[in-house]
């Protein structure tokens, strides 16, 4: 007996949307073997037909009009690669309220309108999968989702953005300014020509808000959450943080605060210690380690990018839908209320790094120290190299557990110092595992 078939409508053949399709074709006995359904690709919407790709798109499966997709009745999934939001946010909605299941990649439309997706979901009966939104080729979804469903999620933390990965890392180990390793990460083509949402840490943040809504069946808002990027790293400081024993990477930290049920969502450039296993993340790569109650420390690792894996991750969620399109039930988000509110970005702990440009006299050191105590914040260590200029000295405090706020604020009151040049530079240090 023949298999039945999974009637599928594609929207977008970019990178991974031709992926979908390339590896579809190219494990189809396998898939049909392990899901029972063949999965057919009856449809593909395209923004422009005539443009050259790496892989054929079939003239007879085209259409420049995404309605198409969601008036065809013989459609039972769509899958949602267009990228942005508007129109994203349209197509998904129509496809949920047709009765179509949808599978999508977009972390934008997810972290900026998910709530409002997930209810229109819950209200069709009709699910949303989106493994492929966040960390790529790294299981990440259906790993909270499912396999640690027994675990209240302690913390998250990653490096999940590939771009920015590489860039930190090309600084750390070739010794190359921001602007060159990012040109090379262009020249690569794993920065975007528009690179402004990887290196700006809104990439992260919008993985970052999607992994802590799941982990705590409450969706996080966006505006709630502290985001900084890589623009700023200097060199200055990945060598300051190697001689104190510490790797600089772009960290996304989803953390619960046992007590008050807050949820503690942020992504910045922090220091890792050289020994801690994130530390040995390099190039594109992603890595994720999550902290359950039950079952402890686990780590997910593998590309957070490109067409393959991303393909890998939405062909799973097609084949999920297979399995259960007869299903009328369940959004793909389970709200549950168990835990609180974002945490203010103020009243987050942590170990800091901080540099300032300061005039080499004497009392600066104490001055700076003064303003330190007057405020609380302890000091771990202090280095100052010799070798600097004569009239200006970076001096290198490494300070303790203190919340973001008061030392910010400190932080404030050091550069309006008269012998103070340039903005301090202020970075986290995560001890996390
Ligand atoms: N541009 C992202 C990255 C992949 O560099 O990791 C897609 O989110």
């Known amino acids: 007996m023949s298999a039945p078939i999974l009637k599928i409508g594609l929207a977008g053949f970019g990178n991974v949307g031709a992926g979908v399709f390339k590896n579809i074709e190219k494990n189809r006995h396998l898939l049909q073997e392990r899901t029972g359904h063949n999965l057919v690709i009856t449809r593909i919407a395209v923004r422009d037909a005539s443009k050259a790709r790496t892989v054929e798109l079939p003239p007879e499966l085209v259409t420049t009009n995404l309605d198409e997709l969601v008036q065809d009745e013989e459609i039972d999934l769509i899958v949602e690669l267009i990228g942005g939001i508007d129109r994203a946010f349209e197509l998904v909605k129509d496809s949920l309220e047709s009765g179509k299941a949808v599978v999508t990649g977009n972390k934008a439309l997810l972290a900026e ?25 790294i299981p990440i979804i259906k790993t909270v989702q499912e396999s640690l469903i027994g675990n209240h999620i302690q913390s998250v933390v990653g490096i999940i953005n590939g771009t920015c990965n590489y ?20 020249q690569l083509g794993y920065a975007e020509s528009d690179p402004t949402l990887d290196v700006n840490g809104w990439d992260a943040a919008h993985k970052a808000v999607i992994l802590a809504s799941l982990s ?13 990027g890589i623009e700023n790293v200097q060199r200055t400081d990945i060598g300051f943080a190697d001689k104190l024993g510490y790797t600089i990477k772009l960290l996304a930290v989803i953390q619960l605060h046992d007590e008050s049920g807050d949820i503690e969502v942020r992504v910045q450039p922090s220091l890792i210690a050289n020994d801690h296993i994130l530390a040995s993340v390099k190039g594109v790569y992603n890595a994720i380690l999550v902290q359950g109650d039950v079952v402890g420390q ?9 067409q393959d894996p991303t393909s890998s991750s939405v062909i799973a969620d097609i084949a999920d839908a297979s399995a ?29 790094y901080l540099r300032v440009e300061a005039e080499d006299r004497p009392g600066v050191l104490a ?51 008269d012998c103070i040049r340039e903005e301090p530079v ?8």
């Open 426 to 433: 202020l970075l986290r240090v995560e001890n996390v595992g």
């Open 113 to 137: 309108r998910g709530q409002e997706l997930f209810a229109i979901a819950e209200k069709c009966g009709r699910p949303i999968y989106y493994e492929a939104a966040v960390a790529g080729g």
């Open 167 to 186: 860039i930190l890392t090309r600084m750390t180990e070739a010794g190359l300014g921001y602007p060159e390793a990012l040109g090379e990460a262009q």
């Open 367 to 417: 001055r700076i120290a003064t303003v330190l105590g007057e405020n609380d914040i302890g000091i771990l260590s202090v280095i100052q190299p010799e070798d600097h200029d004569k009239e200006y000295a970076p001096i290198v405090l490494m300070l303790h557990y203190a919340p973001f706020g008061v030392v910010r604020e400190a932080i404030n009151q050091i550069a309006g110092m």
């Open 216 to 228: 705590y069946g409450c969706w996080v808002p966006c505006d709630q959450i502290h985001v900084e």
């Open 324 to 352: 259960r399109i007869e299903s009328r039930d369940g959004s793909g988000f389970v709200t549950h209320g168990l835990y609180g509110n974002p945490l203010p970005i103020e009243q987050s702990v942590s170990k800091y």
């Open 298 to 306: 686990t780590l997910f690792y593998g590309s957070g990018a490109g």
